[in-house]
């Protein structure tokens, strides 16, 4: 027995030693190796597995994984409203920049780099936005945060995947001020309505006076060019009966009369007759 407990002490010591040398990278974790007496920091990162090294040296171990970070931010908007809504934002670091990350930020990029930054977007990107418009521009809204974000950490060795929108928390104030201005805007819109149609009637009614007034123009025109017409007509037939009309004619159309009496007095081998109405008795 005291055999065997020995054996189990003279295998335990070196493992425990040895395991105190090394360090376990886990799945979706990086490292750099931190020699501290000899090079320093590597560049190089890790990979998943165990490194051994001696006690005095360290493996600086980092998640590469995709990290998801809520804040309740408080924000003002265009409309001079204050709402408290809920934003997430997905973060990780660039897995060939974990040297300079760690000399220039540290582990804890997210609260000493990104959360300011993240705070800063959301409120200058809400405050372009009408407290109505919020819920249905939001998957604009996110994609402008997001890319607000994207230019602010620019050079700081992380990388941005998503930013969701995930409450927004309506006061009773605030609910009253949305129905108050949603009121005022119908008011407004149906005000602009019965102005748009009283300007087509007005239009309208310009319109039909100056088709009227047309109307009666043409009609005046076109009774004065009938009248022309009639004239010149007139006046033509006027000309043709002085041109053809005779005595011979007369004296021929007076012949075609039943109510005529004449007397035929010669005048001559080829003169005609001259005809003599008497009275009636």
């Given at each position: 027995?005291?055999t ?10 070196p ?9 376990m ?7 750099l ?11 190089e ?7 051994t ?6 493996v ?23 709402i408290?809504?809920?934003?997430s ?10 040297h ?6 540290g582990p804890r ?11 800063t ?7 372009n936005y ?8 939001s998957p ?17 060795h ?10 927004i928390?309506?006061?009773s ?9 949603l009121a ?10 019965e102005?748009e149609i ?6 309208i009614?310009?319109e ?16 004065a ?22 005595s ?10 039943p ?12 003169g ?10």
């Amino acid at each position: 027995m005291k055999t065997n407990l020995r054996l189990i002490v003279l295998l335990l010591v070196p493992a425990l030693f040895l395991w105190g040398c090394g360090s376990m990278v886990s799945p979706g974790k990086m490292g750099l190796k931190w020699r501290p007496i000899t090079s320093g920091l590597s560049k190089e990162p890790l990979k998943e597995g165990f490194y051994t090294h001696m006690p005095w040296n360290d493996v600086l171990i980092f998640s590469v994984q995709w990290q998801s970070f809520t804040e309740k931010v408080d924000v003002l908007t265009r409309d001079d409203l204050h709402i408290e809504m809920e934003a997430s934002v997905l973060v990780r670091p660039i897995t060939q920049e974990l040297h300079p990350l760690q000399l220039e930020i540290g582990p804890r990029f997210y609260p000493s780099v990104v959360k300011p930054e993240f705070l800063t977007v959301v409120r200058n990107t809400m405050a372009n936005y009408f407290l109505v418009d919020i819920p249905d521009k939001s998957p604009e809204i996110e994609v402008k945060i997001l890319e607000g974000l994207r230019e602010r950490i620019k050079g700081k060795h992380l990388e941005l995947d998503n930013v969701t929108i995930s409450d927004i928390d309506f006061t009773s104030g605030v609910l009253r001020a949305i129905e108050t201005k949603l009121a005022k805007e119908q008011e407004k819109v149906q005000k602009d309505f019965e102005l748009e149609i009283a300007v087509k009637d007005a239009q309208i009614a310009r319109e039909k006076a100056k088709g009227d007034a047309d109307s009666l123009r043409i009609l005046a025109v076109g009774q004065a060019e009938a009248q022309k017409i009639r004239a010149a007509g007139q006046a033509e037939a006027q000309r043709i009966i002085d041109e053809t009309l005779t005595s011979r004619f007369i004296q021929f159309k007076a012949f075609e009369s039943p109510n005529t009496k004449f007397i035929y007095v010669p005048t001559g081998k080829d003169g005609l007759p001259v005809i003599v109405t008497p009275e009636a008795k």
